[in-house]
């Protein structure tokens, strides 16, 4: 199975829902919760076929694939982060 690929607004912080354009055009949509995609359209053929980017559903605003990949990679991160740190916690429990 193929890396999951999470977006970040840049605008607007929104996660959820994101038109993809690339050498295809796709719409997907996101888990804030879980950090993965959990819906996406058929893949359909673009025909702006130099162009890469997404599209924020939230505030229409066009952003740079690459840096919506990069804001997304660090959000899983954190989230990830924030998860362990819980369980460990929990683990960690000792009741007096
Ligand atoms: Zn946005």
Known sequence: MAKNTFFVC???GNVRKFKIFTSN???????????VRIGESGVLPSLRLNDTYVECQACLKKSDYDMAVAIGKKYVEESQ????Y??????????P
């Open 10 to 12: 840049p605008s607007c």
């Open 25 to 35: 055009f796709q719409v997907v949509e996101q888990s804030p919760e879980t950090g």
């Open 81 to 84: 982060r924030v998860e362990k």
């Open 86 to 95: 819980n369980l460990s916690y929990n683990s960690g429990y000792v009741h």
